[in-house]
């Protein structure tokens, strides 16, 4: 769904919700350039006074441009959204 609504005196404010399966994120971004790899996130355990949580591990994807390493910040929907980011900057 895309909704578009003016804002006085000279914007227009634009809404964009959809549904995109995860292979069709992965194929824009290597299309962008990216070598999309699989990627474990490891949230460790804590122990707090009344909350105590096991080890979490996270399995999910990372993309990255060539000589760069994976990490926390370069995962898949982070650079999803950047790059979707600034292709709508480019409007």
């Known amino acids: 769904m895309i909704r578009l609504t003016p804002k006085p005196p000279d914007l227009i404010q634009m809404e ?3 549904h995109i399966p995860q292979l069709d994120v992965i194929n824009f971004l290597q299309k962008k350039g ?3 790899k ?3 996130l490891v949230f460790p ?3 707090e006074m009344l909350l105590s949580e ?3 591990e996270l399995h999910t994807f990372t993309a990255t441009k060539p000589n760069e390493n994976q990490s ?3 995962l898949f929907l982070n650079v999803f959204e ?3 980011k ?3 900057n480019e409007i």
């Open 16 to 18: 964009i919700q959809m």
């Open 34 to 36: 990216y070598e999309v």
């Open 38 to 40: 699989a990627y474990t």
């Open 45 to 47: 355990a804590t122990e």
């Open 54 to 56: 096991p080890r979490t």
């Open 72 to 74: 926390e910040e370069n």
């Open 82 to 84: 950047k790059e979707i």
């Open 86 to 88: 600034e292709f709508l």
